[in-house]
């Protein structure tokens, strides 16, 4: 069997995690680090270099080196505009467009890059498995984990990663909820958990009640660009001044400040630019950062509708959990000491690792009931969104809104889907604008058009519809607001040269539609027969025409799933069902035409 | 013929098999049931349309039926069987979410009773009758204050005259949220001895009116606080 693996896909550090005889354990080198830093280099030669070894590439071509990639996963060019100039990498993209960043000659999406710190993570996964005498050691199938506040975009954009790096996704879960599968392993835990995870780049805050091996997530909030880079940034702005500078030169002022801060979690000083620098000095500056994390606290505790002192268990999570202002400041919102027993860097992979193998084994000892983190809705009449589905609802979660046409005859209507919780359009994210077809023509207002969203449990949006006067299903083109579309997906798939089969799916899925749709008419036809009500009674079997007519409904119901092989089975239901009466119908043609009359005379 | 149809109101697509309106389950193949149209929130938690639920009842059938068809457990099954667990499970949520709300609660049942309101515009635009003379003299003390503030008049000269017509309207809330839970229980009463008809629909009658006149007071008391928290 191929190996599942459960990984944390950091903004400083990834790492990968398995499940061994029923316990999560972290994967490591040959020196014993679980730590692959997410940073991606390409050299002057195009070799891609990945890890510890571009991280040190940054001293010396930092131009082709990248890092800190997941800010800009699922962004727009003017979202990351006024942090670009922060990075040594090149940073562009179209206007409108999903954010490009060039290393060398070539130009990369964000998904491009995380794809390859995946790639570097599964080949030391299969390297361990292969040295521990696995048989089969490829690893092809993974939980990855994202901030529980990260939006569709950045979640769809995560997934695609894992695509173009060889690797199916079997799910998309958060990391403060990874970590509270980690903690929790023991089932005897029960009561309210909040999970406080302040990583590289951002922040998330969870809310949970665990109950019967039941993880559920109440409310959860936090902010996709706060972590440990804005007080790297902060203290770099702070050494280098307004004094001129290479690219180099700002990546070694980089890992002096990122030093000073690792040292003053253990100690009262340390020097930094030649200076000493003291940990009441790194606190005030750091203040207004840490602070910057108690508004979303208190927001999803309102949200779950409790207080601080109701909260059993606080969790730390994130590397940058480690600074004592950030621990005390935790302890003071809480009233209580928080947990952190376990590695804040390694926790998350672990619950991944675990979620893994509950989709695998389809152990039942855990569940995991996450929600999501941003309310949907759809553009109204004056650039108001009218919300769909809720923040902090539970998921799986779906929802829908009815539709109608302005003028007479009008096919199409254009949908703007949003996440966010302001009034407005803009002050919300913008996901995908659909454009709904086929409407059929009538009178302005008479369409009735039914958008169902539905929310999977990776908390990424899929949409159908369907007019319900003619029970029309609509076609809908998604062209999403700052991701890729399939096609670059599977392009970069191949260009990554990973081995695609090519993808028959499409064409079949659209094959077994019309043979059910053939099928569906010649029964129509039968029962419309002229001789059928005497065939009805002199024929069939009791309940025959109730069966082929309860066969048929069915038929037509799964009819436009995307899902072949139940669309197959109603078919051949339904060509079983009529097979009776088609030999009837049959053999009365042939009676008729013998005795020189037409059916249609009798 | 017809007797039958009522009594299996599903049909298995695995087996082809009825199953009562309210299973999860075919009883005869044990595969999980695509989710159909019919049926309602509290059937589907195996509860009587009743407006007092325990809740810690409620929790432990959310989480007793998440643990029966979650996507997660149905990674391995058929494409259609897998379909099922994601409609099932958000149903499910949904239902969950919306019995948990006590407001919420009442609001479905009216709309599944045919009590529902037309709609969020016309529920806060008409104003109640019970209400006229509390919405009058608001309006009126709210023109005053504005009047006050753009003539200059500093915040704790007006702020003080808000804060005293929010009281009235803050008593006449506690007054209906009793209303409502008397409502409630009797409402609970009548499903319990299974009442006719013309009792329910009196009943229900009484609670859309509370629940509009409650909604419009949410409204009064939300424009007073965005009035307060003017500078």
Known sequence: ?602 | MSSSTTATLQVCRECGAGAPLDAHFCPQCTKILPLGRQGDYFGFLGLPRKLNIDGADLERRFRELSRRFHPDYFYNASPAERRASLERSSYLNDAYRTLKNPAARVDYLLELEGFGAKGPQEASKAVPPALLEEVFALNEELDEVREAREGGAPADAWKPRLERARAPIEAKRAEHEADLGELSARWDALVERGAADSERRAVLESLRNRILERNYINNLLATIARELDRP
């Open chain 1, 1 to 602: 069997m191929s190996k599942v693996v459960g990984i944390d896909l950091g903004t400083t550090n990834s790492l990968v995690a398995y499940v061994k005889d029923g316990a999560p354990v972290v994967i490591r080198d040959g020196s014993g680090d679980a730590l692959v830093p997410s940073v991606v280099s390409v050299a002057g030669d195009g070799a891609v270099v990945v890890g510890r070894a571009a991280e040190r590439r940054l001293l010396t071509d930092a131009k082709r080196t990248a890092y800190s990639v997941k800010r800009f996963m699922g962004k727009g060019r003017e979202d990351v505009r006024h942090e670009a100039e922060h990075f040594p990498f090149r940073v562009s993209g179209e206007a409108g467009g999903v954010v490009r960043i060039g290393l060398g000659e070539r130009e990369y999406t964000p998904p491009e890059i995380s794809a390859f710190v995946l790639r570097e993570l599964k080949r030391r996964a299969e390297e361990f498995f292969a040295a521990q005498g696995e048989v089969d050691n490829e690893v092809d199938r993974a939980v990855i984990t994202v901030p529980a506040y990260f939006n569709d975009a950045q979640r769809t954009a995560t997934r695609d990663a894992g695509r173009i790096a060889g690797l199916e996704v079997l799910r998309i879960i958060n990391e403060p909820t990874a970590a509270s599968l980690a903690y929790g392993l023991d089932k005897r835990h029960t009561g309210l958990i909040a999970v406080y995870d302040l990583g590289g780049g951002t922040f998330d805050i969870s809310i949970l009640r665990v109950e019967d091996g039941v993880f559920q997530v109440l409310a959860t909030n936090g902010d996709t660009h706060l972590g440990g880079d804005d007080i790297d940034v902060l203290l770099m702005d702070t050494v280098l001044g307004d004094r001129a500078r290479t690219a180099e030169d700002v990546q070694a002022v980089r890992q002096a400040v990122i030093q000073a801060k690792w040292d003053l979690s253990d100690r009262d000083e340390t020097t930094l630019n030649g200076r000493r620098f003291t940990r009441a000095e790194f606190e005030a500056l750091i203040a207004p950062i840490v602070e910057r994390t108690v508004g979303p606290v208190r927001q999803a505790l309102a949200d779950a509708g409790l207080e601080p002192p109701q909260i059993d268990e606080v969790v730390l999570v994130g590397g940058s959990t480690r600074i004592p202002l950030v621990r005390r400041r935790v302890e003071e919102i809480f009233g209580k000491k928080p947990h952190s027993e376990l590695n804040p860097d390694e926790v998350v992979a672990l619950g991944a690792a675990v979620q893994a193998d509950i989709l695998v084994t389809g152990n039942r000892e855990m569940l995991l009931l996450d929600v999501t983190p941003l309310s949907l809705g759809i553009e109204t009449i004056g650039g108001v969104v009218s919300k769909i589905i809720l923040r902090n609802s539970t998921i799986p979660a779906s929802g829908s809104e009815m539709f109608t046409t302005a003028v007479d005859n009008q096919t199409a209507v254009d949908i703007h889907v949003l996440q966010g919780e302001r009034e407005l359009v803009a002050d919300n994210r913008s996901l995908a604008r659909f454009k709904l077809r086929g409407i059929p023509p009538m009178p302005a207002g008479m369409a009735r058009v039914q958008v169902q969203f539905q929310i999977d449990a990776n908390g990424i949006l899929s949409v159908t519809a369907r007019e319900l006067r003619t029970d029309v299903e609509q076609t809908i083109e998604v062209k999403p607001s700052y991701g890729l579309t399939d096609e670059e997906v599977e392009r970069m798939l191949l260009d990554s040269f990973e081995h695609a089969e090519a993808d028959f799916a499409a064409r079949l899925l659209i094959e077994a539609r019309n043979e059910a749709e053939a099928v569906i008419q010649a029964t129509e036809k039968s029962l419309r027969h002229p001789e059928f009500p005497a065939i009805d009674t002199e024929e069939l079997a009791p309940g025959e025409r109730q069966k082929i007519e309860s066969v048929m409904a069915g038929l037509r119901m799964v009819l436009n799933s995307t899902d072949r092989e139940t669309i197959q089975k109603w078919t051949h239901a339904l060509n079983d069902a009529t097979q009776h009466l088609a030999e009837v119908i049959m053999n009365r043609t042939v009676r008729a035409a013998l005795s020189g009359k037409s059916v249609d005379d009798v």
